[in-house]
C-alpha cells in the first residue's frame, strides 16, 4: 500500500471502528461457541480470555459510537501505515497495559 495521511473527520473514522468491532466480536463468540462445542466437559466459564477480550470489544464499539456524536468531534490526522498496521492483538495489549491517556482539552482522547 502506498504511504498516504490526511485529514479525516473523526465521527467516520469511529462510525468504522465501531462496525468493525462489533464484527469481531461476533466472531469472537462464534469461536467460544465453536470452543466450548470441540472441548467436551469445558464450561464458559473457564475461558475467562474470552471473556475478558469480548468485554474490552464491547466497551471500545461503544466508546467509538458515543464518540463518533459528539459534538465536539471533529477530524482527526491519521497516517495510513498506522492504520494498516495496527492489529487487535496491540488494541488489547495496549489497553491492558493501561495506555489510554485522556488530553486535558475536552474532546480530545489519545489511545495510543
Given amino acids: 500500500m502506498s504511504e498516504v495521511s490526511g485529514t479525516l473527520a473523526l465521527p467516520q473514522i469511529l462510525e468504522g471502528v465501531g462496525a468493525q468491532l462489533s464484527s469481531s466480536l461476533q466472531d469472537l463468540r462464534r469461536l467460544e461457541d465453536a470452543c466450548l462445542k470441540a472441548c467436551v466437559g469445558e464450561s464458559a466459564m473457564h ?13 471500545l464499539a461503544q466508546c467509538c459510537e458515543q464518540l ?23 488494541v488489547r495489549q495496549r489497553l491492558l497495559a ?15
Avoid: K, N, W, Y
Avoid at 475461558?47 to 466497551?59: A, N
Avoid at 463518533?68 to 487487535?88: A, K, Y
Avoid at 493501561?98 to 495510543?112: K, N, R, T
Fill in 47 to 59: 475461558l475467562q480470555d474470552f471473556d475478558r477480550i469480548t468485554q474490552v470489544l464491547g466497551q
Fill in 68 to 90: 463518533s456524536h459528539e459534538s465536539g468531534v471533529r477530524e482527526v490526522q491519521v497516517q495510513r501505515s498506522i492504520v494498516d498496521g495496527l492489529t487487535l492483538s496491540e
Fill in 98 to 112: 493501561g495506555a489510554v491517556q485522556v488530553s486535558p482539552e475536552a474532546g480530545e482522547m489519545e489511545l495510543f
